[in-house]
């Protein structure tokens, strides 16, 4: 989906609305001036932070906080925040994930990487203060007046990006990469789950967070995030399998030749597909309970599994 | 001060005592065992961690927290976990800093860097995960049982630590060392209070949050703090500027063939060390509102600005 395509869905509605929310907030959070409690910011790093994560993004793990709230009435300024603090990580992820000791990628949705816009040490210090944002984003009371909610958004953020969970993730796979033993199915499943899985399914749970959920919504939300995050990794290897360069604006069919640590190395490409389909049923079905309310939601994991991009 | 010689001061004892406390502390966090919320733990990312965080550093930071609860009535575990959160950006702060396309610093307190002692990609992995792991550890309720409590603490540090304080100090301090242009006194002070002092004046102000310290309480121990991040920076310069890389355990004199934004650079060394003086006598001065009680922490400013490693 390109953001000039006329949008065909609600999903594809509200997921362009909430993105263009999202930027508004990142490009406040993003000035020049500092906040209470800091000092000054040098200019060239908050212009390497805005090019990390103003970049045009579809903003889904944004919009899976935005409607996974909204699902439980509640809406507004302090969800959006929260949501922009789970995509002020990936974003930092990304930067961090490109630099030439990890994938060494030069381009990210058709753009220079932050290492190559800048220099590294500026990359690395800009995915260092992104990360830091987003827990000071968390941990601001204008993201929720009730500080118990905004220590368990800190907590959850936290222990879904750490070495428990994405950073751990990334950790694994340039281990698995750099293994000539082949991967179980098993190792890659949990490989997958911290490191893309883990913060999409903490995006649905940020959610329920900030809205208050009760126990059982929130069972039922984090395992619709689970799968759909599970879903999301295999559509990407997938795409990666399948896409050209000029379509995903980077660097693809580089899984293939090295021992990747993808499920289609596993188990081939057309299991890979029937498992994809099968997790994006399987979210949706987590979502029945909710009825009609959770139309959209079940939309983004169609979307997800079917995505091109 | 070695870790093997007798303790010869209130201070000294003190100091040690806090450093085997957080050690105690930084090693049951570092453990392999994911914790909840958590899928796995990688053994490569943990040691790495581990080699950043268990190698024997003084402590100054915990102990700043540690005795500034103490001085307020507050003891115990919670305000340690708190202590370590400081520690453990600080350790994140090293690793990041050591690696080639920052200051490529292949020795630390004697011992390889992380980068060096494993690889690069872990040790921007391990950076990471020491950050994620700081803000995991203050918004965790075993840290305190007031949420408003740890979402202070959050805040704070990661206003301290973030892109207006410590990341954009080192984003400065690049800055300054590519240009050509003689540093001011006013920005090498901006600098040096971003790049160290932030995170050290935090160190103090935790205390104070932790132990619920009076407005007016507070406002002493913070500039305390701030008085001593200062004394201590310039101290490091001087340190750099006279003494033996054998003494320091890393590379020395690396300053002075550069334009690097030290003190000395700007106004010379006697009136850098007469700045120091200046710094730590007022540091103590800004506790003596407290009595008696404070001394452990004047001695420490005293001992910041005489330090010989």
Redesign the interface.
Known sequence: MSDTSAPQTTFETRLQAVARDVAAILDELLHDN?????????A???AA?RHGALNGGKRLRPFLTVEAARLLGVEGRGVLRAACAVELVHC?SLV?DD?P??DDDDLRRGQPTVHRAY????A??A???L???A??V????ATHP???V???L????????????M??????D??AEASTVPHTVEEII?LQ??KTG?LLRFAVEAGAIVAGATREQTAQLVAYGEALGAAFQVADDILDAESSEEELGKKVGKDAGRNKATLINAIGLEAAKARRDALAAQAQEALSGFGAGAQVLQEAARFTAARRS
Do not use: C, K, N
Not at 34 to 42: L, Q, T, V, W
Not at 154 to 165: F, I, K, N, T, Y
Not at 167 to 172: H, K, R, S
């Open positions: 500092a906040s209470p409690g800091e000092i000054a910011r040098p060239r790093l908050v932070m930092y961090h630099l000791a990890m220099d590294e040490a500026t690395i210090l995915g260092d203060s990360l830091t944002l827990f000071d968390m941990a601001d009371e009730d500080a118990q905004r220590a368990a800190v907590l959850g953020l936290a222990r879904a990006s750490g070495l428990g969970g950073a751990g993730g990334q950790m694994f340039l281990a949990r789950a911290m883990a």
